[in-house]
Each structure stands twice: as structure tokens, then as C-alpha cells.
Nanobody, 123 residues
Framework: VQLQASGGGLVQAGGSLRLSCAAS????????MGWFRQAPGKERVFVAA????????YYADSVKGRFTISRDNAKNTVYLQMNSLRPEDTAVYYCAANLYSGISDYITSYRYWGQGTLVTVSS
């Protein structure tokens, strides 16, 4: 079972990036999915979550209105569209699969984790 995150990179403040998380080894179409991020020297924190069918989403206050999480179950892939990026968004972004079908912002709800992709926002 593997979650492969991609799409990170260097972008100027105000710019956009789209992260992808492709699953292999099993389907996650029945699982809620989430994105977390970890800045240098800080703990990993919740960013966004989506339910198994995309019907429900939830965002951290710090990204609400700027980031959009979505999924394509046919492709076994979850996305994070990030707009109006700020230097404080700089972090390694991780995708994860929830143990359950709904949404959760609790890190302990997530069993499967990707390897992370680095997003760097310059001022």
C-alpha cells in the first residue's frame, strides 16, 4: 500500500500549486482522505480532509478560502489546490488515508501516509 504525493515546488507568494496524491496497492475509494503539513521544526498539522465520496470537506482555518481538496476515485487520487500561497504555507505536505469514510482533523484517525512533498513559498 502506497500513497505517492507530488506537485510540490518553489512558488512566489500569491502563486498557486496543485498537489496530487496517488494511491497504489489498494483502493481508498471508501476512505476519507486528508492533507497535513509539517513546517521545519514544527509538528505535523491538519490542512484539509475529504469524505469518501467527496460530499464533505473540512479545512483548517489558516487555509480556508485559499485551498481546495478534491478527489477522483476512478483514478484513486486526491488533490489539494493551493491558491494565494503565503510564505507561512512553506512545509512538507503529506497525504493520508483515514481509517473511516468520513472526515477528520485528528492525525490519529489516519493510518496510511504518503512520503510528503515540499512546498516552498518565497516572499
Amino acid at each position: 500500500v502506497q500513497l505517492q504525493a507530488s506537485g510540490g515546488g518553489l512558488v512566489q507568494a500569491g502563486g498557486s500549486l496543485r498537489l496530487s496524491c496517488a494511491a497504489s496497492g489498494r483502493t481508498f475509494s471508501n476512505n476519507g482522505m486528508g492533507w497535513f503539513r509539517q513546517a521545519p521544526g514544527k509538528e505535523r498539522v491538519f490542512v484539509a480532509a475529504i469524505s469518501w465520496n467527496g460530499g464533505s470537506t473540512y479545512y483548517a482555518d489558516s487555509v480556508k478560502g485559499r485551498f481546495t481538496i478534491s478527489r477522483d476515485n476512478a483514478k484513486n487520487t486526491v488533490y489539494l489546490q493551493m491558491n494565494s500561497l503565503r510564505p507561512e504555507d512553506t512545509a512538507v505536505y503529506y497525504c493520508a488515508a483515514n481509517l473511516y469514510s468520513g472526515i477528520s482533523d485528528y492525525i490519529t484517525s489516519y493510518r496510511y501516509w504518503g512520503q510528503g512533498t515540499l512546498v516552498t513559498v518565497s516572499s
